[in-house]
């Protein structure tokens, strides 16, 4: 297992490395992060996702040129490019097709990616559109070929319009393709999620996937355990963040050990269902915000 120091350790390297625009460090730091056994989807949601932001943070802050941040990121999806080939010699297909693109008018690119390569572990083939797609581009494309899903990625809240928009559009070809939404414009509070004749939208990229499979009618048990446990391990997460707690005060609350909050967190732990309930109550969050449904919760213990 991963411990938190060893990952905070992990993530300083390969932001150095990026920074200084070395790929052979910035892949070091990933095979290493392999080799402590960070699945490949903890290595991109701990890790590369976290360095784009810090990257990219650094840029805005007026830290760094947009040179050093655009051959960062450039070396990220290269990392990914090879995450995504070692993957797909073992993966299986699933025989659904999907389009994930950026938002017309985004050009944050690296999130849509990360969805589009789950995509691809999972067993879609995907075609990723590689910037922001004009409408109407997107819906000649989509309409060229056959399209189970699209997903569109949206950062930046003000493209929430252009969303609307290509959702409109391609929901008028016939047969329509399933459409996933989902990005960081969705977390935020001024973005309202009622999207007219959107089929799914998603707060984070293990639910996009879970979303994605419902929408095509994949019904073959769902996620393995480690999907599950890395789903409600990110769902844990965003919660604990968004309430603004940290490991420990969870572990205080919970009465769980911040240790086995830390691995839980990463989906590298099984956990009981008196964990979860726990946790949902530290959190004060219903048991469907961490992906459980179907669950009556009982009153009084
Ligand atoms: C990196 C970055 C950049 C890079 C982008 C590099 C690139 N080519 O991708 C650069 C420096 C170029 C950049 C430019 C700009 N940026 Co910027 N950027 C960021 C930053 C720091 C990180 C975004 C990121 O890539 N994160 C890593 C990825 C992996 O995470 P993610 O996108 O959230 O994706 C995850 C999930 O959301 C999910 N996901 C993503 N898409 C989808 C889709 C579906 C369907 C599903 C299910 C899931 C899913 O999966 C991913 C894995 O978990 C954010 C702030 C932050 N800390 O997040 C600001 C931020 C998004 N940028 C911002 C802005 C304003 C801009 C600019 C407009 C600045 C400017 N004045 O020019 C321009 C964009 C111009 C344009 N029209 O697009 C603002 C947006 C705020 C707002 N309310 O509008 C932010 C929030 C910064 C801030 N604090 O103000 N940016």
Request: net charge negative; glycine share 10%.
């Amino acid at each position: 297992m991963v411990e938190n120091r060893d990952l905070e350790i992990l993530r300083m390297r390969y932001v150095e490395s990026v920074l200084a625009g070395d790929f052979s460090k910035a892949r070091q730091a990933v095979s290493d992060a392999q080799n402590r056994g960070l699945g490949v989807q903890a290595i991109y949601v701990d890790l590369l996702a976290y360095s784009q932001s810090a990257i990219g943070q650094m840029w805005h802050d007026g830290e760094i040129n947009i040179g050093v941040e655009h051959l960062g990121t450039v070396i990220t999806l290269d990392i990914m490019g090879e995450l995504r080939a070692q993957a797909s010699a073992m993966r299986k297909s699933n025989g659904f097709r999907a389009v994930v693109a950026p938002v017309d008018g985004d050009t944050h690119i690296v999130g849509s990616r990360m969805l589009s390569d789950f995509l691809v572990f999972d067993g879609w083939e995907v075609d990723f559109m590689g910037g922001p797609t004009p409408e109407k581009d997107l819906v000649e494309f989509v309409k060229d070929r056959s399209v189970d899903m699209v997903g569109i990625s949206v950062t930046i809240p003000a493209y929430i319009n252009n969303a609307q928009s290509t959702i409109t559009a391609l929901k008028l070809i016939s047969p329509s393709p399933k459409i996933l939404i989902g990005g960081l414009a969705l977390s935020s509070s001024d973005v309202e999620m009622n999207f007219v004749n959107c089929d799914a939208v998603a707060l984070n990229i293990f639910e996009g996937i879970t979303q994605a499979r419902n929408l095509v009618g994949i019904t073959d048990g769902g996620l393995t355990l480690e999907e599950h446990l890395s789903d409600l391990g990110a769902r844990i997460r965003s919660a604990r963040s968004d309430k603004g707690m940290t490991q420990q005060d969870l572990s205080n609350a919970s009465g769980l050990d911040r240790t086995y909050i830390s691995a839980l967190e990463q989906g590298k732990q099984n956990v009981t269902f008196g964990a979860v309930l726990r946790i949902a109550k530290a959190l004060d969050i219903s048991l469907p915000r961490l992906g459980i449904p179907f669950v009556k919760e009982s009153h009084g213990n």
